[in-house]
């Protein structure tokens, strides 16, 4: 198997927008969104775990499989995210009684 080489230049870019990245999630977290605060968050993050994965982690230059096991493993996440949050919105919130 032949290894891929990566330019020292495209290892400066991504690191700068790394930091682009950072520095906008800053700025956005001190701006008032509303509950889009959040999903902006993690949209910035996403983007983020996305240039990580595929540069510094070499998945842009992996075989086929690597990708279709990363596929497999953010399904996974999905579903025990969904299920979890199916279980966590179904329960009936009772306020607890107050003791004194």
């Known amino acids: 198997m032949s290894e891929h080489t990566i330019s020292k230049s495209t290892y400066i870019a991504i690191f700068a927008a790394l930091m682009v ?3 906008t999630t800053v700025f956005v977290a001190r701006i008032d969104l509303g509950p889009m605060n959040v999903v902006v968050a993690l949209v910035i993050a996403v983007f983020k775990a996305t240039l990580v994965v595929l540069f510094f982690m070499h998945v842009r230059y992996s075989p086929r499989i690597i990708a279709l096991l990363i596929f497999a493993g953010l399904i996974w996440l999905a579903l025990l995210i969904g299920l979890t949050l199916t279980d966590y ?7 607890r009684p107050s003791s004194f």
């Open 89 to 95: 919105l179904s329960r009936s919130w009772t306020a």
């Open 21 to 23: 990245l950072t520095a």
